[in-house]
Nanobody, 120 residues
Framework: QVQLVESGGGLVQPGGSLRLSCAASGSIFSIDTMGWHRQAPGKQRELVAIIGSSGVINIQDSVKGRFTISRDNDKNTVYLQMNSLKLEDTAVYFC??????????????WGQGKQVTVSS
């Protein structure tokens, strides 16, 4: 009914940059918040950043000043620009979206996850 497709990610050296994109498609009436979470090996999934239709709502302290979340409402797409990457940023990154469908149901949908590996 609603799909979130992520792109970007990959392998980068410490200090490098990567950009993640996540496009939502399907039976979408409106999208409230969109966000990025990450899960490192052996750790719980954690919130990285979340953005509403009007702007950024929250961003994790450990990535402030390095990561930027943005959104294109016309394209139902959320982005995560990651600069000055550190070894500890290595994780699988998941996007999500709080969607109201055309059938007027509401649910949170998740992307499939993208691996980001920071390594020298």
């Amino acid at each position: 009914q609603v799909q979130l497709v992520e792109s970007g990610g990959g392998l980068v050296q410490p200090g490098g940059s990567l950009r993640l994109s996540c496009a939502a498609s399907g039976s979408i009436f409106s999208i409230d918040t969109m966000g990025w979470h990450r899960q490192a090996p052996g750790k719980q999934r954690e919130l990285v950043a979340i953005i509403g239709s009007s702007g950024v709502i929250n961003i994790q302290d450990s990535v402030k000043g390095r990561f930027t979340i943005s959104r294109d409402n016309d394209k139902n797409t959320v982005y995560l620009q990651m600069n000055s990457l550190k070894l500890e940023d290595t994780a699988v990154y998941f996007c999500n979206a709080d969607v109201q469908t055309r059938a007027h149901s509401r649910a949170i949908y998740w992307g499939q996850g993208k691996q980001v590996t920071v390594s020298s």
